[in-house]
């Protein structure tokens, strides 16, 4: 704090000092003596001595004012008494004054400026003021509200407070925020109100809500008094920690003792006008400052009354000898006629005042004001930045900077994590072993994840245990599950499968993601089709058999007739008579049957046609028996050695478009939320599904979920996220992924809004990412640990078990050689009796 105290008979010699200069000016009623009058509350007793120190030092430097000395009159108006303040203003226009200076309070300081106006003696204030318009004498070297509320509105933008709290005390400090609440676009700013309880300490109750609420971001606007105990009423609810940020408005705070919250890690902000590093504003404020009792030692006033004298003095300069102040009388209406050029004189001056740089716009507002951006670290409140209204806020300390002071700030800290026992993310090591406390109690990927990340950032972990994911309840508004712990800063963070959503987005601070995903559907794997005894039939449709035997019939009929037409097919049967009976066609209906079976099987026949026509059609037949049988050769194959498997379903589509299946997804988590969010038709018809379904679909834990969906037998489908998915078959080789993801998203860590840790901590996932140790620790938990791989080892031997066929692949054939023996015997009886009956029937007519 720059304030040092000044001990009593300091002040008392410079009390002394002050009023004998004063008197001595009075008394010497030289005529280059000007008098300037200062209005001031009671109890102002600080601005008193400034306005007097001030006129002191304008007297003694050098070449300002040359020849003319300068009187200060004080006089003291009780507050809100304009009838005094009346009076008091008139007897010292009776005196001739150049210029009327204050007082603080509003009412009476409005009364003054009328009477300054009407008779035109420039008005000199320092006080805060809303009015956007000044009256024509007046000029105010307090910055405007308005600049200040775009101070604050430029900080909280840059630092993306999309939703904050603005705490007030009184309706002037709403009046104070006014930019704020009128920021440019409305939706820009989700702004709550709350007004400090008049007339009460207990703040409890206010800042409970707000907690709950989860407000931990806070624009306050209060009595420098009530700052401390705010603040300490806050730690005791535990809103003092890194996760709380305070934007306090007062321009003083740092007069204010905030050691014991230095190292709470709560973000505290100020700004402030005076600019500490000026040595004149250090010598100022160390003399006329009287900490702690703050509340009434406002550096700002202090500073800006000191300006103000020097801007009256500098626009003295300019007229040197020729100002003749008059006496006033408030009865007449005749004004000084001097003083409309000396305010405008005063609008142009430009200073480089304790306030910072002085300037004035034609209505006599200040412009080019500079603010500093202070901060509270572990020494007090310290400057990091500037704000000008045409820069904006300008940090001295850049990104890097930053980064480093928040991974300090995390170095050898204890962050608890929360996280959900689910496979393989986080596990019990062993849920039967009590002796296991702590940290030891848990494995698993993310435990793995976290632990690196610690290494890498140098904090302590300590693991607890979560409830479901949760989010945010569309009609209610209300969180749920991890997701309200972390919005109540139950946990530093939650690294588990948590999915980054839009809605959880809105509430927490997620992390660059560790691990990409979408939704896939877990199913049993499809039954194996009995093989066939008559197998090899399933090379050709049937269809194409029926074909074929349809062909095989037509081509006999065709080649026996055009045997028949053509001359060249007839042959004499006695080759040795020239002129024959009879001819002989070696193309009968059995002959032609014989001969295209015979090609059809590959084995030809001792009957060969000899016409151009019988040939023909011969060649073409053996063509085609050429192409049909190596097709079926080569699917035949096939069909003996794969397996094959009938799935219900392919897709979710195919879920959709069934009722006899049931599926489900988990109660609470994003993967509900995604159907139930969905626009996309079978989606939204799968939810309406699931959600009206009895029993109910939804289940507790992704275990209970895989579980059901292997004692279902096929009548169950689990919707889950692709990584576990992946995890349970890699080692259940009953359950298989059906078609493909359904969306794509990704896991982060979650961390309670407002976390400062949120960059460094996605800084070490990049880091993580990039040397390979995800990928790493992927493999280890998903293909290495806890039975993985186990079906691809499976799946090698069934193959190679695949190789041979048996006799339930290949049985149809000898069936098929059996019936036809069977037949041929029949056949050949058939043939026997008949052909006996004939030698009978030809020996009875022989004998007869
Ligand atoms: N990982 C999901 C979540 O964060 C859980 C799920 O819905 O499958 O909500």
Aim: aromatic residues 10%; hydrophobic residues 40%.
């Amino acid at each position: 704090m720059a304030a040092v105290r000044v001990r009593p008979s300091a002040r008392a010699r410079l009390w002394t000092r002050l009023w004998l200069g004063a008197l001595a000016g009075a008394a010497s009623a030289a005529p280059d003596l000007v008098r300037i009058v200062g209005l001031f509350d009671p109890g102002d007793e600080r601005q008193e001595i400034t306005f007097l120190h001030a006129v002191d030092r304008v007297n003694r430097e050098p070449g300002l004012l040359p020849g003319v000395h300068l009187q200060g009159l004080v006089e003291r108006v009780p507050l809100h008494n304009s009838f005094q303040a009346t009076r008091r203003v008139c007897l010292a226009l009776e005196r001739g004054v150049a210029a009327v200076f204050g007082p603080q309070t509003a009412s009476t300081s409005w009364h003054v400026q009328s009477i300054c106006d009407a008779m035109e003696v420039p008005h000199v204030e320092s006080r805060w003021d809303f009015r956007p318009r000044r009256a024509d004498f007046s000029i105010n070297i307090h910055p405007h509200p308005s600049t200040l509320s775009n101070a604050y509105v430029s900080l909280i933008r840059q630092w993306h407070w999309h939703a904050f709290t603005i705490v007030y005390e009184d309706a002037a400090g709403l009046l104070r925020l006014q930019a704020m609440l009128q920021a440019p676009t409305p939706s820009e700013f989700s702004i709550t109100i709350r007004q400090l309880p008049p007339q009460s300490d207990d703040f409890r109750p206010l800042l409970k809500r707000i907690k709950k609420n989860a407000g931990t971001k806070i624009l306050l606007d209060c009595r420098l008094s009530t700052v401390p105990s705010l603040l300490r009423q806050a730690r005791e609810l535990g809103m003092m920690n890194q996760y709380f940020s305070y934007l306090i408005t007062s321009l003083d705070v740092h007069i204010v003792d905030l050691d014991e919250f230095k190292y709470t890690g709560a973000n505290i902000t100020a700004l402030r006008l005076v600019n500490p590093s000026d040595p004149a504003a250090d010598d100022v404020i160390r003399r006329f400052m009287t900490p702690p009792t703050a509340a009434q030692t406002r550096e700002t006033e202090v500073a800006l009354i000191h300006d103000a004298v020097l801007v009256f003095a500098r626009a003295l300069h300019q007229f040197g000898r020729s100002l003749h102040t008059q006496s006033l009388s408030c009865g007449t209406e005749r004004g000084w006629s001097q003083g409309s050029s000396l305010l405008n004189f005063m609008k142009l001056v430009r200073l480089p005042g304790l306030s910072g740089p002085v300037q004035f716009d034609g209505e006599g507002f200040r412009t080019e004001v500079t603010l500093a951006i202070t901060e509270l670290s572990k020494d007090g409140l310290t400057r990091v930045g500037t704000w000008s209204p045409d820069q904006g806020a300008n940090y001295t300390r850049n990104y890097g900077d930053k980064m480093q002071e928040i991974e300090q700030s995390l170095r050898h800290k204890t962050l608890v994590v929360m996280t959900t026992v689910n496979e393989p993310y986080a596990m019990l090591v062993n849920e039967s072993d009590t002796t296991l406390t702590g940290n030891a109690r848990f494995e698993g990927f993310c435990i793995d994840l976290v632990n690196e990340i610690a290494r890498l950032r140098e904090f302590y972990v300590q693991f607890v245990e979560g409830g479901s994911y949760g989010g945010i309840d569309p009609i209610t508004g209300e969180a749920s599950g991890m997701v309200k712990e972390l919005m109540d800063q139950k946990a530093d963070m939650a690294v588990t499968d948590l999915t980054i959503t839009y809605e959880r987005e809105q509430v927490l601070d997620f992390t660059m993601p560790w691990m990409n995903l979408g939704i896939g559907i877990l199913y049993s794997k499809p039954k194996k089709e009995p093989p066939q005894l008559f197998s090899f039939l399933a090379p050709l449709s049937l269809e194409v058999w029926l074909y074929m035997a349809a062909t095989y019939l037509g081509v006999s009929v065709l080649l026996f007739i055009l045997a028949r037409f053509s001359p060249y097919e007839w042959d004499n049967p006695h080759p040795c008579r020239e002129e024959p009976d009879v001819l002989e066609n070696q193309f009968s209906l059995p002959n032609s049957l014989w001969f295209t079976i015979g090609s059809l099987m590959q084995q030809g026949s001792d009957i060969a046609p000899k016409a151009l026509s019988t040939r023909m059609i011969a060649g073409l037949w053996w063509f085609f028996t050429l192409i049909m049988i190596s097709s079926y050769t080569a699917n035949l194959a096939a069909f003996l050695t794969v397996e094959r498997m009938v799935s219900p379903i392919e897709s979710a589509e195919d879920l959709a478009k069934q009722t006899e299946i049931k599926y489900g997804a988990l109660e609470s988590g994003s993967t509900k939320n995604f159907f139930r969010d969905s626009k996309i038709a079978s989606y939204q018809r799968m939810w309406s599904f699931m959600k009206s379904a009895r029993p109910s679909v939804f289940i507790k834990k992704a275990s209970e979920g895989v579980e059901r969906v292997r004692s279902s037998q096929g009548r169950y489908a689990y919707l889950m996220e692709s990584p576990q998915l992946e995890y349970v078959v890699e080692r259940d080789c009953d359950l298989v992924q059906v078609g493909g993801l359904l969306d794509t998203k990704s896991y982060g860590i979650a961390l309670p809004p407002g976390s400062p840790y949120t960059s460094t901590i996605s800084n070490a996932i990049l880091i993580l990412q990039e040397n390979g140790t995800l990928h790493a620790l992927k493999t280890k938990w998903w293909k290495e640990m806890k039975g993985g791989g186990a079906c691809k080892r499976n799946a090698k031997k069934s193959s190679a078990a695949a190789s041979e066929l048996g006799l339930d692949q290949v049985g149809g054939v000898f069936v098929v050689l059996l019936a036809g023996m069977a037949a041929a015997c029949c056949i050949a009886i058939c043939e026997f009796i008949w052909k006996s009956r004939q030698l009978n029937q030809a020996a009875h007519v022989s004998t007869s």
